[in-house]
Nanobody, 113 residues
């Protein structure tokens, strides 16, 4: 059974940090690129970051460059999104999406003082 399960979201103050995790199961995680998206009500889904299947190549949205880091541990079938210096505008539901597989259920990130 193919599954993608995100965790690590929560409430954090501006300037704080969170690390999101996406645990994959039921398929060969190392064979697929992975993306993190975010979505807020009434807005289009935004690609936050992407990473190649081997982890060697990454891209970031301009809005998160220098603050977020995408990574993966293929031995653990897990992808990560380290988010530092969080801002109010980072508030959203964050989804991991694996190429040709699908996406998880999402995890809420709320940045508020």
């Amino acid at each position: 059974q193919v599954q993608l399960v995100e965790s690590g979201g929560g409430l954090v103050q501006p300037g704080g940090s969170l690390r999101l995790s996406c645990v994959a199961s039921g398929f060969t995680f190392s064979g697929h690129a992975m993306n993190w998206y975010r979505q807020t009500p009434g807005k289009q889904r935004e690609l936050v970051a992407a990473i190649s299947s081997d982890g060697d190549n990454t891209i970031y949205a301009d809005s998160v460059k220098g603050r977020f880091t995408i990574s993966r541990d293929n031995a653990k079938n897990t992808g990560y999104l380290q988010m530092n210096n969080l801002k109010h505008e980072d508030t959203a539901v964050y989804y991991c999406e694996v190429e040709r597989i699908g996406r998880g259920q999402g995890t809420q990130v709320t940045v508020s003082s």
